[in-house]
């Protein structure tokens, strides 16, 4: 059973990550740390608790987080996954209602309980995991490893033209993270631009399961499909944090990566929050991080389509 603990800015592509990991009967999400991101934390807070319920599973603790980065102002991202972050689709009242403690605490109590035995995912802002080393600087030792959806190993940005959302809204604590000694994986984003695009008629597909879960992830994710259209011009809906929810589960899934030193950039007037791959060692560090190079796209739709589908 891989136990996880999902860090996240519930919105449209999170929320469909959280499925997986609810649905997927070899995992165990331990629990749910939200951090403001995508939208602000009260409403990151609302989306998380409300695809607990549409996964029709069981109720992981949902901690409250960050409802900013460390440095600077919250920037959200309303006008890509909508004013909701879920499409602007009527949301029902979630069941459930916050854990008591917040999130950094959390991910170290946790931590500490299990040593070794759980695994990080994180598909927001990493402000929590910052926050979460402040209070443990051996979180790198006690956690087993840290997924990131974070950074480009192409250098492409999607917020700017060399930075990543995630990192761009905190690199502050990106940077930290990146050198806090985990067992790091970086998912960019060109590996869901290249490798976990839902196209049109494969959403047609997917929402023709008729089940409730294939359905919501298809409408919370309209807003993605139109800001998909008309800026990042990817001819479907990307799939940030799914895929990188999907490595986690399928480690197959994952056909390529390399071992590198990966910094991040927090100053730069036009890059900050750009991650830095050296590729060619020429700043002779020690490898902080395994860095996604390609995903097997089938095997992604083939997951997505079975926990999705019953
Ligand atoms: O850049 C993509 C990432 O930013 C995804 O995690 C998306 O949900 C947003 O948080
Ligand atoms: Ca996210």
Redesign the pocket.
Known sequence: MKRLIIDT?T????AVALLLALRHPATRVEAITVVA??VPLAQAVTNALVTVDVAETYQPPVYIGASGPLAGDLRT?ES??GANGMGNIPLPDPSGKPAEGDAPEAIVAAARAAPGELTLVT???LTNVALALDLEPTLGTLLKEVYV??GTSDHLG??TPSA???IWVDPVAARRVFHAGFRLTMVG?DI?RKYAVIDDPTAERLRALGTRRARFAMDINRSLRQFCRDYTHIDGIDM??PI?VAVVIEPEMLTRSVERYVDVETEGEITRGATIVDYLGVLRREPNARVCLETDAERFLTLVFDLLGN
Not at 11 to 14: E, G, L, Q, R, T
């Open positions: 800015d919105a449209s592509d999170d991101g995508n991202a890509v996954h598909l927001g802002p959806m974070g999607n917020i990543e959302f995630n984003w869901s940030p944090d990188t």
